[in-house]
């Protein structure tokens, strides 16, 4: 046995041990040995396959013994689970420090050489690395039911771990870590597991914050820094500070689709508590970043910005801290429904656009290289900037996902109202040609269809407040907005409609999800015949994004015929959109387990049809997946990797066509 394999069964030995104890001190020897006695006879069981004494053992417990017994070895699974995440960060580190010129296959160190020796040149190899849109879609699902005060621990008890693996830890050290783990163990065993209310969008939206703050927030700029090196060492460029090749969106507080709870207020809520949160972990970056440029060289440009201060970039950044302190404290009053806030959303002392907070920085970026102190430069000043770009102001962008039928309905009802009719009869039972027609002409239309006192019922109402919601976002803020059961192109147009009559500037891109095997199988024609639409095709600028579902199409089909139906609908889509000339970004509904089309990312990257990802892609990561992939700083940076080597693979040498 390797002296890796030996210190991760170390490691187990080492929680359930402690966990022993804590079993011991808190329920008794009885049921300490009753614990025992049953691990024992699942060992043997497992040995000799004859389960049979091990089922007896199990049946004669008493009922108050049944609930302690099953809290011990979920307690120590999930244990045997922190261990196995913490060796696979143990033997990334040892495998960088004992063979670094061994690049282990699917990372980036391995992938860059091979794809410059199968004759790729260096400066298209640099574009797709610079120009890559990977977009990582955070969502909730029944499937996370760790609490985050149990994440929490879960997550010092690796960081003890670590600590003790250190070469140079002294006794007395190692004797404080040992105790602050038996500390977190004995804390983890008293902390209820089990969820008493059903977590509200709003809940679900702060677990996904917290996701980026806990670990993200620092591995996504780590990861990007490493990024930049490689392409550099590969091929003299540098990624731009301003790329994000990639990137995380949420569909927490913003997924609608079947859920009553997420309305509109609860949409404008979350987008407002992301900007709180994004302005407090800013507000700490800009200042720890001003007590580091206490120096007074700087260029002519930020000179004439300061004046003759002292110190230029500590007081350029002193306005920016400012600025970045009011949204803080304008959105936690906003999220408080307090009355207490000076600031409203046009006031011109907080920042709404994620390049009012960029622009600053930039010049200190350029002052810094004009004066020769570019390492200052790509320091913590770097990092912040690339924060920035990815995270913005919001934390996270929010996709919005609701069903085609609520669009129709709200359309019908508006034209009920107004007394459009075709052959007498309402719009939702018009022909798909009269429906286009009339979208169409209303699209181009300068006046608006839906009256200000339209006396909408509960249903429209709320469809109308979230595209009124949306209107006043930043296009920063927002991601896709999705629609669910799409079968026609009627189906887009409503939501284009929608968004122009509510005042939506900068709207939202729409993406189709098409999820039974049926609208997976029209895919292609409903996609076809929209594109022909010129006055569509004009609006989205080259660029069509499609949603693929996974776990309907399953339930729908089975397993087989969707996986079947989800390929050729690919491929299909792929062939429409460069007829048209359309650059198409596939968008992948997967979850955490097979039959929701989870599986190992690289893989699955790999295996989609060969030219169905040129560079961009866009897939969902569920529930307990998020902190099983991201929850660990060194994990979530393999992870970032995985994603960021599979997609340029099958980008730039993807695999033969299947014959």
């Not at 690049?103 to 790729?120: M, N």
């Amino acid at each position: 046995m390797s002296d890796l394999q030996t210190q991760l069964r170390d490691n187990i030995r080492l929680l359930g041990s402690i966990l022993g104890d804590t079993l011991r001190s808190q329920l008794g020897d009885a049921l300490y040995h009753r614990v025992e006695e049953i691990r024992d006879k699942a060992i043997g069981s497992h040995s000799s396959q004859d389960w049979t004494s091990l089922v007896e053992l199990m049946g004669k417990l008493s009922d108050d013994e049944l609930v302690p017994v099953a809290r011990a070895f979920t307690h120590f699974l999930n244990y045997a689970n922190i261990a196995e995440q913490h060796h696979q960060v143990r033997c990334g580190r040892s495998q960088l420090r004992n063979e670094p010129g061994e690049a282990l296959l699917g990372t980036l160190d391995e992938l860059l050489p091979r794809l410059l020796k199968q004759g790729i040149e260096a400066e298209d190899l640099a574009q797709a690395m610079s120009s890559m849109q990977v977009e990582l879609v955070l969502t909730a699902h029944p499937t996370e039911v760790t609490r985050r005060t149990l994440r929490r621990k879960y997550n010092d008890i690796s960081d003890i771990l670590s600590e003790l693996d250190s070469s140079d830890i002294t006794p007395p050290t190692e004797q404080r870590q040992l105790k602050r783990l038996r500390r977190r163990i004995l804390a983890s065993w008293h902390t209820d597991e089990i969820r008493r209310q059903k977590p509200t969008p709003i809940d679900e939206a702060k677990w996904g914050y917290a996701a980026i703050e806990e670990s993200l927030w620092t591995a996504l700029p780590n990861f990007l820094i490493k990024f930049d090196q490689l392409l550099y060492q590969h091929t003299g460029q540098r990624l731009p500070l301003s790329a994000t090749p990639i990137r995380f969106t949420s569909w927490m507080g913003g997924d609608r689709d079947g859920n009553p709870n997420v309305t509109a207020k609860v949409t404008q809520h979350v987008l407002t508590l992301g900007r709180w949160r994004a302005a407090h972990l800013l507000f700490n970056d800009i200042s720890e970043l001003r007590q580091d440029l206490s120096f007074g060289e700087c260029s002519q440009a930020l000179r004439d910005i300061v004046g003759a201060h002292r110190e230029p970039y500590r007081e350029l950044l002193r306005g920016v801290r400012r600025r970045l302190e009011n949204t803080r404290d304008w959105a936690e009053a906003k999220v408080n429904a307090s009355a207490s806030s000076t600031y409203d959303e046009k006031h011109p002392d907080i920042y709404q656009f994620d390049d009012e907070l960029l622009e600053p920085l930039q010049l200190i970026y350029d002052s810094l290289l004009e004066c020769g102190l570019e390492d200052i430069a790509e320091g913590s000043l770097s990092t912040i900037m690339r924060r920035v770009a990815c995270f913005g102001l919001t934390l996270l962008r929010l996709d919005i996902r609701q069903d085609s039928t609520l669009h129709r309905d709200t359309i019908s009802e508006v034209t009920d109202y107004l007394g459009i009719q075709v052959n007498g009869a309402s719009y939702k039972d018009w022909s798909e040609a009269d429906k286009q027609t009339f979208l169409l002409t209303e699209i181009e239309s300068l006046r608006p269809l839906i009256p200000t006192e339209f006396p909408a019922t509960e249903q429209t109402r709320e469809v109308l407040d979230t595209f009124s919601i949306l209107a006043d976002q930043p296009a920063s803020a927002l991601g896709a907005y999705i629609i669910s059961m799409a079968t026609y192109p009627s189906d887009v147009l409503a939501v284009r409609l929608l968004q122009k009559e509510m005042g939506c500037k900068n709207p939202q891109r729409i993406v189709p999800l098409f999820e039974t095997l049926s609208d997976l199988e029209g895919a292609a024609e409903t996609m076809n015949r929209l594109l022909e639409i010129d006055q569509y095709k004009q609006s989205i600028n080259g660029q069509q994004e499609v949603m693929i579902g996974y776990s309907d199409s399953a339930k729908d089909a089975g397993f087989f015929a969707a996986s079947w139906g989800q390929y050729r609908a690919q491929e299909s889509l792929s062939q429409i959109c460069e007829k048209h000339g359309v650059h198409l970004t596939l968008f992948h509904g997967r979850g955490g387990s097979a039959s929701r089309g989870g599986g190992p990312a690289h893989t699955a990257l790999l295996s989609q049809p060969p030219g169905t990802i040129k560079g961009s892609v866009r897939v969902t990561e569920q529930g307990e997946m998020i902190q099983f992939k991201f929850g660990l700083h060194d994990l979530a940076l393999e992870n970032l990797e995985i994603y960021a080597a599979g997609t340029l693979e099958a980008t730039l040498a993807p695999a033969s066509p299947p014959k």
